[in-house]
């Protein structure tokens, strides 16, 4: 796997070659010089190495290794008011989830809980008012923790997507669920109370959905990936919701999937990027 940087989406330099190698690379917040990468697949089949680079990807060091092949890594956060605390969540191939914590930015680790009721988690966020309060995605629904992990209660059955925190709205959960191989939903939680979402509906199915808040302008941003009967064009539409109404920003048709990833330019906020495997969009507000 390999990292690249670039300034023009024009040019690229190749910052990181991690031979043999197939996972996940992370920034710190905090630091952008500061990067990780997550191994969860090697040579010899599914792996736990995790690497980090202080230079901005030029030496790299690893940091975190197990050899435990009951386990997978499954995410990396990084806690909203400690910049030397980060989180690994883990799964057990059978069933349940490992939290592994490090408190000097990870350069030593040691587990925090484990919980044999969550399969299958894929992301773990954590409320920027609240270090105690924990979300994790997975297969068999929607967690929150309101203690660090220590205990959990189920929000959803359906299978959880992406969930994000949103402060500026009454302290608002928002979360993505699979109700089935093509219907995708959006929740909104406050206060033990869940409210459903309604994704226009454009007549195609609806492939995948993502969700992301952006702190600058407490907007939530919502990208719905839809595909048409005959499988051979992708249509995405980027959207933010105000009123619990879905205001149109840009759409896009592509052969290419579109990840349901969104990310904010850290230096202007009108600037919002996605991408396919294939290709990154940039998309400037007006």
């Not at 995405?236 to 290419?256: A, G, M, P, Q, W």
């Amino acid at each position: 796997m390999t990292l690249y940087s670039s300034k023009d989406f024009k040019k690229y330099n190749k910052i990181a070659l991690f031979e043999g190698h197939f996972g996940q690379f992370y920034v710190s917040p905090y630091n952008s010089k500061e990067i990780f990468f997550m191994s969860t697949e090697g040579k010899e089949g599914t792996e736990q190495i995790v690497f980090k680079s202080n230079d901005g990807g030029k030496s790299w060091g690893q940091v975190y290794y197990n050899s435990d092949d009951s386990m997978m890594l499954a995410d990396m956060t990084f806690s909203p008011s400690n910049r030397n605390e980060i989180f690994l969540v883990k799964n057990d191939k059978e069933h349940g989830i490992e939290i592994i914590e490090s408190h000097d930015s990870g350069i030593h680790w040691s587990k925090a809980n484990s919980t044999k009721e969550i399969i299958m988690s894929t992301h773990l966020v954590i409320d920027p008012n609240n270090s105690k309060h924990f979300l994790v995605s997975a297969s068999n629904g929607l967690w929150e923790s309101i203690d660090g992990g220590v205990s959990w209660k189920q929000i959803t059955t359906s299978e959880s997507l992406t969930a994000i925190f949103a402060p500026s709205k009454n302290d608002n959960v928002y979360f993505t669920t699979r109700e089935s191989i093509n219907e995708g939903c959006i929740y909104e939680l406050n206060n033990g109370k869940i409210k459903k979402i309604s994704i226009p509906n454009m007549g195609e199915l609806i492939y995948n959905v993502g969700i992301a808040y952006q702190n600058s302008t407490g907007k939530v941003y919502v990208i719905v990936i839809r595909q048409n009967e005959s499988n051979s064009l992708y249509d995405t539409t980027l959207y933010y919701i105000e009123n619990d109404s879905f205001i149109k920003v840009t759409n896009i048709k592509s052969k290419y999937s579109i990840l349901p990833n969104l990310i904010f330019d850290a230096t202007n906020q009108n600037v919002i990027y996605f991408y396919s495997y294939k290709n990154i969009y940039k998309v400037v507000l007006s």
